[in-house]
């Protein structure tokens, strides 16, 4: 899987727009972007995935570069329950092989939500 | 709907003791299982998966052992522990290895080994 690239920390206040980026040049044509989310003291969950297009669901906003080389989770209106750190992953379509669809995990944005 | 149970949440384990991590899935059939580990302030390694009953593989070398017993029953075990295994220890599920597949989580283990 291509490598990601991420800042290892954020800061946000309560109610504002957050912009994660991450960074993936070495991205290929099969390759999906997934972001997943770490609450304290709690296993992961997905956030959203996309490929090409901008994509939106209840929990946030995926912006796409044109080049693929670059993407932002966006969260429209921070709140203290979205203190997490945020994981940019990328996953092959045709990886179906040996790895079967394994994510693997970078280490990540901790973001931090002021009120 | 699907829910994922692990246990214990917590435990205290001597080196050299055994270990047995239980998970196990509801609400679906025939999941992809996985076994993650995250060591302090470190992201999240996958140490094994499951595609079926009795078919494990493991991702990196170490002292651990899997095994799936039943459909929805994924087994972490080790016969001597080490001071290297403490952790986070998280149990996943996903209905297929496609890319549009999300991964679920399990709450966690959360091991000390003394």
């Known amino acids: 899987d291509a490598k990601t690239t991420q800042p290892n920390s954020m800061e946000s206040n ?3 727009p957050v912009h994660l980026p991450c960074n ?3 991205i290929s044509g099969t390759d999906y972007i997934h972001w997943y989310r770490q609450l304290p003291s709690q296993g992961p ?3 959203i995935h996309g490929l090409t297009s901008n994509v939106n669901n209840r929990m946030a906003s995926l912006a796409i570069a044109e080049d693929r080389k670059s993407s932002t989770l966006i969260l429209h209106r921070a709140t203290l ?3 997490a750190v945020y994981y940019c992953i990328l996953r092959d379509l045709g990886n179906y092989g040996g790895s079967q669809g394994n994510l693997i995990f970078g280490k990540g944005t901790k973001l931090s939500v002021k009120p | 709907s699907q829910t994922i149970h692990q246990w214990p949440a917590t435990l205290v384990q001597p080196v050299g ?4 991590l239980e998970c196990t899935v509801e609400g679906t059939s025939n999941p992809n299982l996985y076994w993650y580990r995250q060591a302090a302030g470190r992201g999240l390694q996958l140490l094994f998966y499951s595609v079926g009953i009795g078919q494990i593989s493991s991702e990196v070398p170490q002292n651990l052992s899997a095994s799936r017993p039943q459909d929805r029953q994924f ?3 080790s016969k001597k522990l080490l001071l290297s295994d403490s952790g986070f220890y998280l149990c996943a599920w996903a209905r297929g290895a496609g890319v549009n597949n999300e991964q679920f989580f399990g709450p966690g283990t959360r091991l000390t080994v003394l």
């Open chain 1, 14 to 16: 309560e109610e504002e």
């Open chain 2, 17 to 20: 003791s055994p270990l047995s």
């Open chain 2, 75 to 77: 087994i972490l075990s």
């Open chain 1, 45 to 47: 969950e997905y956030v």
């Open chain 1, 24 to 26: 993936h040049s070495t």
């Open chain 1, 81 to 83: 329950r979205d203190a």
